[in-house]
């Protein structure tokens, strides 16, 4: 399984402010995920970033409000831009790993908190 | 499209009594099926997956899952339920064919394992 971290853990920032969060993996994968789960909620796919190409946003998110950088196989971005209360949320950075690219792995997330 | 049903969203059990977290699905044609873990503060952890053979599946801490087609059921289980259990518990599922698929989540089910 691969191990993944994300910076910043957690954050408190003001509204109309934007955040970046890292992602690093320690090993090369073809395909990164970022996914927001609200409070007391499920996991909403945000978008798709694979190296080498634009990210793919699901239904009701877009890359003005979420810009994802992918620069290489172990490293992604993701920016919550212009931010507002309801960005609060946990931010989870996800990669597929391991033979039969099966099995998605997840980092620690990152809190945040908007206000 | 596919989906997940988690029917409860909380399960209480006694320390050292068996646990049953249940899980249905749909999906078009044959099921991945994964269980993840995810306590309090931290991201998800992966815990057991479903992809094809034995439909009784044994994971990490004690945990096991029994794929049943003929039900559309993934039912994460253990024979003694321990206080460090006490967490949320995903299920997910995505297709098996055509590759790589975004794969659903549950609600989620918090478990409580009570001493």
């Known amino acids: 399984s691969a191990v993944i971290s994300q910076k910043p853990s957690r954050d408190i920032c003001q509204r109309g402010t934007s955040l970046t969060i890292q992602c690093q993996v320690d090993s090369q994968v073809t395909m990164m995920f970022w996914y927001r789960q609200q409070p007391g909620q499920s996991l909403t796919l945000i978008a798709t970033?694979?190296?080498?190409?634009?990210?793919?946003?699901e239904s009701g998110f877009v890359i003005d409000k979420f810009p994802i950088s992918r620069p290489n196989l172990t490293f992604s971005t993701l920016t919550v831009s212009n931010m507002s209360p309801e960005d609060s949320s946990i931010y989870l950075c996800?990669?597929?790993?391991?033979?039969?690219?099966?099995?998605?792995?997840f980092g620690p997330g990152t809190r945040l908190t908007v206000l | 499209a596919q989906s997940v049903a988690q029917p409860e969203d909380q399960v209480n059990v006694a320390e050292g009594n068996p646990l049953t977290v249940k899980c249905t699905y749909s999906v078009s044609g044959n099921p991945y099926l994964f269980w993840y873990v995810q306590y309090p503060n931290r991201g998800l952890q992966f815990l057991l997956k479903y992809i094809t053979g034995d439909n009784l599946v044994k994971g990490s801490y004690g945990f096991e899952a029994e794929f049943n087609k003929s039900q559309t059921s993934f039912h994460l289980k253990k024979p003694s339920a321990l206080v460090s259990d006490s967490a949320l518990y995903f299920c997910?599922?995505?297709?098996?064919?055509?590759?790589?698929?975004?794969?659903?989540f549950g609600t989620g089910t918090k478990l409580q394992v009570i001493p």
């Open positions: 996800s990669v597929i790993s391991g033979g039969g690219a099966d099995t998605q792995y």
């Open positions: 970033a694979n190296q080498g190409s634009e990210a793919t946003y």
């Open positions: 997910a599922v995505r297709p098996a064919q055509g590759g790589y698929q975004k794969v659903t």
